[in-house]
């Protein structure tokens, strides 16, 4: 019963690097997410696939791509890190249609760039 | 712009007593709105959802009521217990994916 599984849990990265953040959900979902938490700001969504080969821009793209490998993976990439990119990411997967059974998340990526 | 908001970063009660925690959104396009539970270091889990046609859905001792022409949610949970402790999250769809999030409210519940 994995559900949906983050990699690399922690990771520190010096300003300018580059890295990517892998999900990959077993639940058969279609559609998938990227959010960051940062104090006093909640979740906000970076970039959703709302099924396999569709990625879309969320409420805060900027720095970042995305890659819907196949079904079951999505990934982030931060091309240049910077310090304002230091956060909790969370990955998240659901089924199409209305959200009334919410989304399913993974435990989180640790982000910090010094 | 956010268009979520959960005003009390904290809340404590006693072991027993109602939890309610409120929500206020803005935007009059979100027809579906839920509610998280997160505990530190894990991601945030589903609690319960209701849809903008209905003004009360109850999950044992959960009860989600919305107030559309207000534009207000509250999350009650009765009787609340120690393990109830953590951070709960407002959240508000439309019928697309961009589900927008409150800041939060720690609810801590004594024994």
Redesign the interface.
């Given at each position: 019963n994995a559900g949906?599984t983050q990699t690399p849990k922690f990771q520190v990265l010096k300003t300018g690097q580059s890295m990517t953040l892998q999900c990959a959900q077993d639940m058969n979902h279609n559609?998938m997410?990227w959010?960051r938490q940062d104090p006093?700001?909640?979740?906000?969504?970076i970039y959703?696939s709302?099924s396999e080969g569709t990625t879309?821009k969320?409420?805060v793209p900027n720095g970042y791509n995305v890659s819907r490998l196949n079904k079951r993976e999505f990934s982030l990439r931060l091309e240049s890190a910077a310090p304002s990119q230091t956060s909790v990411y969370?990955c998240?997967s659901s089924e199409q249609g209305?959200?009334?059974?919410?989304?399913?998340?993974?435990?989180?990526t640790r982000l910090t760039v010094v | 712009d956010?268009q979520?908001k959960?005003n009390s970063?904290s809340l404590s009660v006693q072991e027993g007593r109602i939890s309610i925690l409120n929500c206020d959104y803005t935007n009059s396009m979100f027809?579906?709105f839920?509610w998280?539970k997160k505990y530190p270091?894990?991601?945030?889990?589903?609690?319960i959802?209701i849809?903008s046609i209905k003004d009360k859905n109850e999950d044992g001792r959960f009860t989600v009521f919305l107030n559309k022409s207000a534009k207000h949610l509250s999350l009650h949970i009765v009787p609340s217990q120690p393990g109830d402790s953590a951070v709960y999250?407002c959240?508000a769809?439309g019928?697309n994916?961009?589900?927008?999030?409150?800041?939060?409210t720690r609810l801590t519940v004594k024994p």
């Open positions: 949906v559609s997410y959010y006093g700001m909640g979740l906000r969504l959703y709302a879309d969320g409420e969370f998240a209305p959200p009334n059974y919410g989304y399913t998340f993974g435990s989180g | 956010q979520v959960q970063p027809d579906y839920l998280y270091a894990e991601g945030p889990t589903f609690l959802s849809s999250f959240a769809s019928d994916n961009d589900m927008r999030f409150g800041a939060g």
